[in-house]
């Protein structure tokens, strides 16, 4: 890539821009788990989308549909109004995803990204309940505004606040004291009067935490954590913009658990072609707001709404999605288990098609991702000193694509601990 043709990208472009300078070429096309630069290297794409890209990149069958509604016309953009894309979509979420799991929840459409759903779902438990704090997670990642930012962990990203991120605590997430005492110490905390703990709105937590470095919560510390805040009137939000949507395995990460979470929020895949959409479930009685009380100019994006109508009735009309995906991952753990095995200071951890490879040398991680880009593979780090590489490829990817990305993968790791 000459300077030249990545010049106006410096001069025009604000210092914020990050993926792009782990990944220095122009991107021009997309296919499946492929992207194509505009010098014609193709590279696979073990990132899709930070999880946006579930049914990979321009999903043919979802890309028709769109094409379709676009040509007949069809309702751009409709701010909360009623309309034949979104009702079909509703339709589609209630018969084939929360029926089937025995989910009674109301859908709400906030504005169409991750943040802005969490967003909504600290301001309804915090006008239920009364109450004003929230508890959140020892490396808790939950979105970039004010609110969403507040009950992230990461400091990095806390800095850049610029003003106090109040009513909040932060929990030892599952694992992270090295035992099993985390709870123990909520619990205390909770029902101690001389904690200093005020007894909260909502906890927040995510499944498995992606940005986080892939910590995966143990299916028995989730239905704790659900017994724990029922029994205190405490509302649990379960945040699934990232591991939602199958990216685990089945559609809601919190299945594997047996639990029924208060409210839940949705992103990313949800949209099902990469489109900007986002959603906040929640049980019907939660359901106070008063008209107009949470919006947003693009809450209504019908396109969304059609392709992720496509994509549900598409891929979770069954179960062959949800065994696809857990075979695959099967399929990318045993393979980086080898690799940790191979060299020391290496271990992995990882649920479903979500995969992480955590380096005791944090610096080693970043060092293998650009190799590995250059071989033509997209994988990045997470963790609070990037030190975990982060496997996610699309669900649709093939098992010939898995094992070329892994065998890459495997050559950049060598080349970095072997010296």
């Known amino acids: 890539m000459t300077v030249a043709e990545m010049a106006v990208f410096e001069t025009l472009e604000s210092n914020v821009r990050g993926y792009c300078r782990s990944w220095p070429t122009v991107f021009d096309t997309a296919s499946g788990s492929w992207l194509r630069d505009e010098q014609g290297r193709d590279y696979l794409d073990f990132f899709a989308g930070a999880g946006s890209l579930n049914y990979g990149?321009?999903?043919?069958?979802?890309?028709?549909?769109?094409?379709?509604?676009?040509?007949?016309?069809?309702?751009?953009?409709?701010?909360?109004?009623?309309?034949?894309a979104k009702r079909a979509l509703l339709e589609s979420l209630r018969d084939l995803v929360l029926a089937p799991r025995g989910l009674d929840y109301k859908v709400q459409f906030p504005g169409p990204t991750g943040a802005n759903a969490v967003e909504a779902a600290l301001k309804l438990a915090r006008k239920i309940t009364g109450r004003q704090s929230v508890l959140n997670f020892t490396n808790a990642f939950h979105g970039m505004s004010l609110g969403a930012l507040a009950v992230t962990g990461n400091a990095a990203k806390r800095a850049g606040a610029g003003v106090p991120l109040v009513h909040v605590a932060s929990m030892p997430y599952d694992g992270y004291l090295g035992d099993e005492s985390e709870l123990r110490w909520m619990r205390r905390a909770l029902d101690d009067s001389s904690s200093g703990l005020d007894k909260p709105a909502a906890v927040i937590v995510e499944t498995v935490q992606g940005e986080g470095g892939v910590?995966?919560?143990?299916?028995?510390?989730?239905?704790?954590?659900?017994?724990?805040?029922?029994?205190?009137?405490i509302l649990l939000i379960v945040d699934d913009v990232q591991m939602g949507c199958g990216r685990t395995g089945p559609f809601f990460s919190f299945e594997v658990a047996g639990i029924t979470p208060d409210i839940v929020t949705l992103s990313k895949s949800i949209g099902g072609y990469g489109l900007p959409m986002a959603l906040v479930l929640f049980r019907p009685e939660l359901d106070q707001w008063t008209p107009g009380e949470h919006n947003g100019t693009f809450r209504g994006n019908n396109a969304a709404f059609v392709t992720a109508r496509v994509a549900l009735e598409h891929y979770w009309s069954d179960g062959a999605l949800e065994s696809s995906t857990l075979a695959k991952g099967e399929r990318v753990r045993a393979a980086l288990a080898d690799v940790a095995g191979a060299h020391s200071g290496l271990s992995t951890r990882g649920r479903g098609l979500v995969h992480g490879l955590v380096f005791e040398e944090a610096s080693r991680a970043a060092k293998v991702c650009r190799i590995a880009f250059e071989r033509?593979?997209?994988?990045?780090?997470?963790?609070?000193?990037?030190?975990?590489?982060?496997?996610?490829?699309?669900?649709?990817?093939?098992?010939?694509?898995?094992?070329?990305?892994?065998?890459?993968?495997?050559?950049?790791?060598?080349?970095i601990c072997a010296g």
């Open 57 to 84: 990149h321009n999903n043919p069958v979802m890309k028709r549909a769109l094409i379709d509604y676009i040509m007949a016309d069809g309702i751009t953009h409709a701010l909360d109004m009623s309309t034949v």
């Open 215 to 233: 910590n995966v919560a143990r299916a028995d510390w989730l239905r704790s954590l659900a017994e724990l805040c029922s029994a205190r009137g």
């Open 376 to 415: 033509g593979l997209l994988v990045e780090t997470s963790g609070s000193e990037d030190e975990v590489i982060k496997l996610m490829p699309p669900l649709t990817v093939s098992d010939d694509e898995i094992d070329h990305g892994l065998t890459v993968l495997t050559e950049a790791v060598g080349s």
